[in-house]
T-cell receptor
């Protein structure tokens, strides 16, 4: 079974609008971490936001927020007030366990295009 | 945030030659580094986990004799693609973990684009 599932290969959003990128995960661990990364065409992976499995509040970082629904095993990324520079690939990732050396599992990514 | 560099950023080589890619943590010590491979329009696939001073742990299907990983210091890991072939052409990304468990993130290098002719 896929550890991380991103069902939206491509998304379009009007500039200044909000957009939600979907991510569901599969794990039997009680302790895990969920991440979102942005990858522009240059290829670098840019860390956006982190949610720990024990965090009770949804994580927020500026225009990014993570809609964490533990029972549904979903960790959707919400980008508010979209900007042209937000056009990029977005990857959801999960790390299982408390061991910081544990590997990351990445989803297949969502390509976001912001329309002026 | 922590900075990870990779060198070179792009490399073109002839089939049959070996290529070394360096991954450095610039302002922190990384006991663990990860090497990923990414084909165009696809996700990152973990190749191996590199721990300083010990042998790397390779993922299933990754040839350890072809992709040599050395993590000789707390700030440097190298990936050597031996006897490269066109099918090895890909985007190789490393990441490094800081100590502690603050937010448990990995810091990624900018990637190396390998083209084998």
């Amino acid at each position: 079974a896929q550890k991380i599932t991103q069902t939206q290969p491509g998304m379009f959003v009007q500039e200044k609008e909000a957009v939600t990128l979907d991510c569901t995960y599969d794990t039997s661990d009680q302790s895990y971490g969920l991440f979102w990364y942005k990858q522009p065409s240059s290829g670098e992976m840019i860390f956006l936001i982190y949610q720990g499995s024990y965090d009770e509040q949804n994580a927020t970082e500026g225009r990014y927020s993570l809609n964490f629904q533990k029972a549904r095993k979903s960790a959707n990324l919400v980008i508010s007030a979209s900007q042209l520079g937000d056009s990029a690939m977005y990857f959801c990732a999960m790390r299982e366990g408390r061991n910081t050396g544990n590997q990351f599992y990445f989803g297949t990514g969502t390509s976001l295009t912001v329309i002026p | 945030g922590a900075v990870v560099s990779q060198h070179p950023s792009r490399v073109i080589c002839k089939s049959g030659t070996s290529v070394k890619i360096e991954c450095r943590s610039l302002d922190f010590q990384a006991t663990t580094m990860f090497w990923y491979r990414q084909f165009p329009k696809q996700s990152l696939m973990l190749m191996a986990t590199s721990n300083e001073g010990s042998k790397a742990t390779y993922e299933q299907g990754v040839e350890k004799d072809k992709f040599l990983i050395n993590h000789a210091s707390l700030t440097l890991s190298t990936l050597t693609v031996t006897s490269a072939h066109p099918e090895d052409s890909s985007f190789y990304i490393c990441s490094a973990k800081t100590g502690g468990t603050a937010n448990n993130e990995q810091f990624f290098g900018p990637g190396t684009r390998l083209t084998v002719l």
